[in-house]
């Protein structure tokens, strides 16, 4: 069973940036595409931006574009979610997992680790 483990979520101020890091293991993780995905409360699961397996390709939800960039280190086999000028919006839990059949959404065949949560608040 593959696993991921997501860090680096906290309390921030408005403005402010956060690094997100996801850790897999137990699959080959430089043969799949990857994202990350958010849920806020009361919110279904949406995706936030995902990468193509070789880190060439990437895309993002149009709330986050200019503001999020993610990256990937296969030797690693870590996902990586820069964080910047947030917003009290940006505030849920992130996951990260596998970005099935090339579409960055969340799918029910996804496997999901604990998630980090992220607080914008002043």
């Known amino acids: 069973q593959l696993q991921l483990v997501e860090s680096g979520g906290g309390l921030v101020q408005p403005g402010g940036s956060l690094r997100l890091s996801c850790a897999a293991s137990?699959?080959?993780?430089?043969?799949?595409?990857m994202g990350w995905f958010r849920q806020a409360p009361g919110k279904e699961r949406e995706g936030v931006s995902c990468?193509?397996?070789?880190?060439?390709?990437?895309n993002y939800a149009d709330s986050v574009k200019g503001r999020f960039t993610i990256s990937r280190d296969n030797a690693k086999n870590t996902l990586y979610l820069q964080m910047n000028s947030l917003k009290p919006e940006d505030t849920a839990v992130y996951y990260c997992?596998?970005?099935?059949?090339?579409?960055?959404?969340?799918?029910?065949?996804?496997?999901w680790g604990q998630g980090t949560q992220v607080t914008v608040s002043s």
């Open positions: 137990r699959f080959t993780f430089d043969y799949y595409a």
């Open positions: 997992s596998r970005a099935l059949f090339g579409l960055c959404v969340p799918h029910p065949s996804n496997t």
């Open positions: 990468i193509s397996s070789s880190g060439g390709s990437t």
